[in-house]
């Protein structure tokens, strides 16, 4: 089984930066899709931004230019480096695979993906 377990969360004032990881207790498959989604209370789960096993990544509107998703395959790691943080980005950060044989496009519905972390609170004042 896959197992995730995310990190990195905490408390920033407005336009601070923190930097998730998300580690997984078995080794990953290169061509797996990796996704950082987000839960506010009383909101629907929502892509964040997800990368594809080529390395391509993809971004919610709402988080292109100051969110950066990365992985490194070696260390079954996934990061989300966010940066330029407001208060509507508060919620708890979720991170999740997909298995997949095509390493070029990831699917952005939460629905797609079977591998999900605990959850790191983010929350932003």
């Known amino acids: 089984h896959v197992q995730l377990v995310e990190s990195g969360g905490g408390s920033v004032q407005a336009g601070g930066s923190l930097r998730l990881s998300c580690v997984s207790s078995a080794n990953i498959r290169a061509s797996y899709c990796m996704g950082w989604f987000r839960q506010a209370p009383g909101k629907e789960r929502e892509g964040v931004a997800v990368?594809?096993?080529?390395?391509?990544?993809g971004y919610a509107d709402s988080v292109r230019g100051r969110f950066t998703i990365s992985k490194d395959t070696a260390e079954n790691a996934l990061y989300l480096q966010m940066n330029q943080l407001k208060p509507e980005d508060t919620a708890m950060y979720y991170c999740?695979?997909?298995?997949?044989?095509?390493?070029?496009?990831?699917?952005?519905?939460?629905?797609?993906?079977?591998?999900w972390g605990q959850g790191t609170q983010v929350t932003v004042s």
């Open positions: 990368i594809a096993g080529s390395g391509s990544p």
């Open positions: 999740a695979a997909r298995s997949s044989r095509i390493v070029i496009g990831c699917p952005r519905g939460p629905s797609a993906y079977e591998y």
